[in-house]
């Protein structure tokens, strides 16, 4: 695993992502997002502690929730109450994360734009 990695992703859309993943730069842990009709900032976006978030139009106010408590509490619906997930756990959205991290270290490697078909 790198430590960093800086890499771009283009969508049919059109829409570009521009991105880093680090384990060693402090205080990036911070989403941004620019668009025809606005923008939004989640800083700390990824973290244990509150998520903050602000728009074009203002701060967000979301209540503090422990991701790890409902993630825990869905697999145990899963589990003794027979309740069915909401993405299914066959694989399968892993065997995508990994086509698109293979994509980007092929990038890297050639310098070349890597398509993928997920």
């Known amino acids: 695993m790198d430590e960093t990695i800086q890499f771009q992703m283009g969508f049919p859309s059109g829409a570009v992502a521009n991105c880093l993943s680090t384990y060693n730069m402090n205080n990036l ?3 941004f997002m620019t668009g025809s009709k606005g923008w ?4 700390p976006s990824t973290g244990y502690g509150p998520i903050e978030g602000r728009t074009h139009k203002g701060e967000l106010d ?5 991701h790890q408590t409902l993630q825990m509490d869905g697999m145990a619906e899963l589990i003794f109450e027979g309740k069915q997930p909401i993405v ?5 959205e892993g065997v995508k994360d990994m086509k698109i991290i293979d994509a980007i270290f092929k990038a890297a ?10």
Do not use: A, C, S, Y
């Not at 979301?62 to 422990?66: A, C, E, I, N, R």
């Not at 299914?88 to 399968?92: A, C, N, Q, R």
């Open 29 to 31: 842990d911070r989403f």
């Open 40 to 43: 939004m900032e989640m800083k």
């Open 62 to 66: 979301q209540p503090h929730v422990t």
């Open 88 to 92: 299914p756990v066959d694989g399968e």
């Open 109 to 118: 490697k050639t310098g070349d734009k890597v398509e993928i078909n997920l």
